[in-house]
């Protein structure tokens, strides 16, 4: 499939996937919606303040699980969520370790592996690059290079790795080429994708189409809402206000989660990069997706 089939947000496909939402609709055991997960950055705030009382709205609005951030140093937001009985799978960790390794050895990346063995994660996530990596084609390629070496590790520990992709992987590079362009084809078949289905959107690409590509190789998924009249292809920061809970923009979230289950995805995550109030959004949300 060339790449202008799915990075090119087009009228006509947008409109198609909107007219056939309903035909997408969730069966009532559908394993995300039993199971779903949030990405606890969005609460990040309110956790700071108070990590176990947090949780516990997290559990009460009918969350299962949780992905953690900030990896290893998590102590408080793993012992809270044990606290509140919500599941730990993934969890997105200090990337340098496997991305810019101090030495041939990944040692400190070796160390996260450990502590994510002990708690028992079988996800780890690669949730960002610094702009030196990612100027270039060729900056990309070292980052599939070190990221293949770290999923190797993984997988020896038991763990699958996987990339979190914002907006600007997208960008067209040398040739019309972008970042993401060189991840499908150079990660290896140990190195898995984390799709964030709003980022995708923004960069003015389909994401029932490229979770379709990556049948396979997407590990999990992360859902949040896209306000409508948001400039696309967008490949830089976003307004706060462009995201919204699910069910509240444009992104049909039906088609996405049956487009994941055909492809092999382990896990759907909420997140929320910005809210007035999150926790309210965070209920809004799971609360769409309980009436699919």
Not at 77 to 94: D, R, T, V, Y
Not at 155 to 171: D, R, S, V
Request: proline share 4%; aromatic share 8%.
């Amino acid at each position: 499939m060339k790449r202008r089939t799915f990075i090119q947000n087009t009228a006509a496909a947008t409109l198609a996937l909107t007219q056939t939402s309903k035909l997408f609709a969730l069966e009532a055991d559908n394993a995300y919606r039993k199971n779903f997960g949030i990405q606890l950055y969005t609460l990040r705030k309110q956790l700071a303040a108070d990590p176990l009382g947090t949780l516990k709205q997290v559990a009460a609005a009918g969350y299962k699980q949780v992905e953690l951030y900030g990896f290893p140093n998590a102590d408080p937001l793993i012992q809270g969520a044990k606290e509140a009985g919500l599941e730990i799978n993934s969890s997105h960790f200090e990337w340098d370790t496997a991305i810019n390794p101090k030495d041939a050895e990944f040692s400190d990346f070796l160390k996260i592996l450990d502590k994510a063995k002990t708690l028992g994660l079988s996800h780890l996530v690669i949730p960002y690059l610094k702009d030196e990596n990612r100027g270039s084609l060729d900056a990309y390629k070292k980052v599939a290079e070190n990221a293949n070496k770290a999923a190797v590790l993984s997988k020896q520990a038991g763990i699958q790795l996987a990339y979190h992709n914002h907006n600007f992987e997208f960008e067209p590079k040398e040739g019309g080429k972008s970042g993401y362009d060189i991840f499908m084809e150079e990660f290896s078949e140990d190195m898995q994708f984390e799709i964030d289905v709003f980022w995708v959107k923004a960069a003015g690409v389909e994401p029932v189409m490229l979770i379709q590509k990556l049948k396979g190789r997407v590990s999990q998924l992360h859902l949040k809402d896209l306000k409508e009249g948001i400039a696309s292809p967008s490949y830089g920061s976003m307004p706060d206000d462009a995201f919204k809970e699910l069910g509240n923009g444009i992104i049909p979230m039906e088609p996405i989660m049956v487009a994941a289950e055909a492809a092999g995805v382990k896990h759907c995550h909420v997140e929320q990069d910005q809210s007035p109030d999150a926790i309210a959004s965070i209920k809004q949300s799971i609360a769409y997706i309980q009436k699919l």
